[in-house]
C-alpha cells in the first residue's frame, strides 16, 4: 500500500475506520466512481464507521484524496469538517450535496471540481491505478475556525495543528 499522504501533514496515532462499501487495498465498487465526469459511476460517497479514536475528541472530519491525479497538487474528491463527535458513522450516499444529508453542524467544503459533494474516481485512462486515501481524522477542537468558502487545502492546513489521530481506508481505481 502507498504511505499515507497524510503523514507529510502530521504523524499521529491511528484508529480504526471501516465500511460496508469500499476495503483497504480494494478495487473500489463502480457506485464510488464518477458519473459526473463520465467515468460510469454514481458519485456516491461510501458508508464509513469509526472507533478507538482518543477520548479528547471534539470533532471530527473526513477527507477523501487521490495524490496521484496529474495536477501537480493531487485531487481532493471530498471534504467535510466539523462532524460532532458523538457522530461515529456517515451512511452511504451522505455526500450527495443535500445539507439534510450530513451530520447538523458538519460543513461540506467545495471540491478540487469545485462542487460541495462527494465526487468519484475518475483518473485519466491510462494514467494507472490511483490510490483514494479516505481518512477519518480526530480534531481536538469542536470547530475549526474556516470558511464555508475554504478549500479542501486550506482544511488540510488546519488540521495540521488540531489532529489528534487519524484513520486511513485507502482503495484504488484505474481507468482503462
Known amino acids: 500500500m502507498s504511505k499515507s499522504p497524510y503523514d507529510q501533514i502530521a504523524s499521529v496515532p491511528e484508529f480504526e475506520v471501516t465500511s460496508t462499501d ?6 473500489l465498487a463502480l457506485a464510488h466512481v464518477s458519473g459526473i465526469f463520465g467515468a460510469g459511476g454514481s458519485d456516491t460517497s ?3 464507521s469509526w472507533s478507538g479514536f482518543p ?34 458513522e456517515l451512511g452511504t450516499g451522505v455526500g450527495s450535496g443535500l445539507s439534510d444529508d450530513l451530520p447538523a453542524g458538519a460543513l461540506q467544503l467545495a471540491n478540487d471540481a469545485g462542487l460541495k459533494r462527494f465526487l468519484g474516481a ?34 488540510g ?12 481506508i485507502t482503495p484504488w481505481w484505474e481507468s482503462k
Not at 469500499?22 to 478495487?27: L, N, P, R, T, Y
Not at 485519466?124 to 480526530?138: D, E, T
Not at 470558511?147 to 482544511?155: C, G, K, Q, R
Request: hydrophobic share 45%.
Open 122 to 155: 475518475a483518473p485519466p485512462a491510462g494514467s494507472g491505478k490511483h490510490n483514494y486515501f479516505i481518512a477519518v481524522h480526530a480534531v481536538d477542537v469542536d470547530e475549526l475556525e474556516i470558511s464555508v468558502d475554504a478549500t479542501p487545502a486550506f482544511l
Open 22 to 27: 469500499v476495503a483497504d487495498g480494494e478495487e
Open 157 to 168: 492546513f488546519n488540521l495540521a495543528s488540531h489532529t489528534l489521530a487519524r484513520a486511513v
Open 55 to 88: 477520548s479528547a475528541t471534539k470533532s471530527f472530519v473526513v477527507t477523501v484524496y487521490d495524490p496521484t491525479a496529474p495536477t501537480g497538487s493531487g485531487f481532493w474528491h471530498w471534504a467535510v469538517a466539523n462532524i460532532p463527535s458523538s457522530v461515529t
Open 46 to 48: 461510501p458508508n464509513l
